[in-house]
């Protein structure tokens, strides 16, 4: 399985001394880096850490709109009535979901409008839209 990558800007404050060695201004500079676990404290050879900034960084071969449409259903963030419904209408994987109109999950047994809203939220997630629903 893939680690989780992350990125950082941080920003770096590096003194500027004149020729006796007195402290004269600082010199503003950032920089990126990729790792693979949550910064502790890094550290940088002669310069002052001033902040960080963390994200996750996409995996691609976790984000290709083919690996997320054959994600099991079960990988989403519902809750288990919502996925026991879609389990019992046969709806396996978030394809399966994503192309059926909101209005038609909404006939299956023990689906309401609350669990649309949860399986339109889950789909967002993943950057998949989806039609649009009267309640």
Not at 48 to 66: C, G, M, W, Y
Not at 75 to 84: H, T
Not at 90 to 95: H, Y
Not at 124 to 130: A, T, V
């Amino acid at each position: 399985m893939p680690r989780t990558k992350y990125r950082a800007r941080l920003m770096l404050r590096q003194p500027v001394y004149d020729k006796n060695r007195n402290l004269v201004d600082y010199q503003w500079d950032s920089c990126e880096v990729e790792f693979t676990s949550k910064l502790g404290h890094p550290v940088v050879a002669g310069a002052e850490l001033i902040s960080v900034v963390e994200e996750k960084v996409p995996d691609v071969r976790t984000t290709t709109p083919q690996v997320i449409l054959a994600k099991p259903i079960s990988e989403l963030n519902l809750s288990v009535r919502a996925v026991n419904c879609l389990v019992n209408a046969n709806i396996k994987t978030v394809g399966e979901l994503a192309t059926r109109h909101p209005v038609e999950v909404k006939r299956l047994k023990g689906v309401g409008n609350t669990m649309l809203d949860e399986y339109a939220a889950a789909l967002g997630e993943l950057g998949i839209p989806w039609g649009r629903w009267q309640g």
